[in-house]
């Protein structure tokens, strides 16, 4: 397995026979981890073997700037995995991956979020955890309490929060910054009409601002509306690549 940038500038993503595979935890390997000792021996003596569950098998294609790329699949067809092996959250077993430019997944935006920490807090830490430097993060905190706003609570612990307005916090935290390759695991929406609106407009300024999209998600018209080709998995494997139009119609074949 490779994983490298790519030199050729119009060339976004190259991937080429990527699989991936898992361990399988068994029920035995369960009462391995109670009994660290018999572990140990067994991991010594090679007396236990592991099995692996294929979650990406033989996956194939290339996308150019400016295209967008819809993921389509059930739910089990990999469609998130694959998206977390583009952000390098998770290193292929085998093939080769080439990324030319900064690929960022929105994934799990409230991640990190610690419910005894401030908002202003939470916001230098989830800041951190996406890469940013300090002096970054201080030059985007008047953005982040401007749209989420929550200025006049942002010294509150995240715990005094609602449930609506830690999401609008998250949300402003985690589109703060406009990666060359956006990488999104279902649309991003949050709060109320009038803030969900706020959102949208943020999303697509995101969209509009990054050099190629790649999106999973079930709302066809949705992805009608964002994606230029389509990606069709089916348990792992890639059944089509192509036009979008192509692809939901060998979908649509798929379900029958």
């Known amino acids: 397995m490779t994983t490298t940038k790519s030199p050729d500038k119009t060339m976004l993503i190259d991937v080429r026979n990527l699989s991936l595979q898992v361990p399988v935890i068994t029920q035995a390997d369960r009462s391995l981890r109670a009994n660290p000792v018999r572990l140990i021996t067994d991991l010594y003596l090679s007396r236990s073997t592991r099995g692996f569950a294929t979650l990406l098998d033989g996956i194939s294609f290339k996308m150019e700037a400016g295209q967008r790329l819809g993921v389509i699949g059930a739910n089990g067809a990999g469609k998130s995995t694959l998206l977390r ?3 390098g959250i998770y290193q292929p077993s085998s093939g080769q991956l080439k990324v030319h430019g900064e690929a960022k997944g929105l994934f799990d935006i409230s991640l990190g979020m610690q ?3 401030t908002g202003l807090e939470n916001i230098y830490m989830r800041g951190l955890q996406m890469g940013l430097g300090l002096k970054r993060i201080r030059d985007l905190v008047p953005e982040v ?3 989420s706003e929550l200025a006049e609570h942002i010294d509150k612990r995240l715990s005094t929060y609602s449930t609506g307005m830690g999401l609008r916090l998250a949300v402003a935290i985690s589109t703060m910054i406009e990666p060359d390759i956006l990488l999104l695991d279902e649309w991003i ?3 109320d009409a009038r803030f969900n609106e706020k959102v949208k407009a943020r999303m697509m300024g995101l969209v509009e601002g990054s050099r190629g999209l790649v999106i999973a998600t079930h709302n066809d018209a949705l992805m009608r509306s964002l994606c230029t080709h389509g990606l069709v998995l089916d348990k ?5 690549v192509g036009p979008l ?3 939901l119609n060998v979908y649509g074949q798929m379900r029958g």
């Open 145 to 147: 309490l401007e749209f």
């Open 245 to 247: 139009d192509e692809a």
């Open 236 to 240: 792992g494997r890639m059944r089509f």
């Open 189 to 191: 929406g949050a709060g």
């Open 85 to 87: 092996v583009l952000a």
């Open 115 to 117: 419910p005894e920490a």
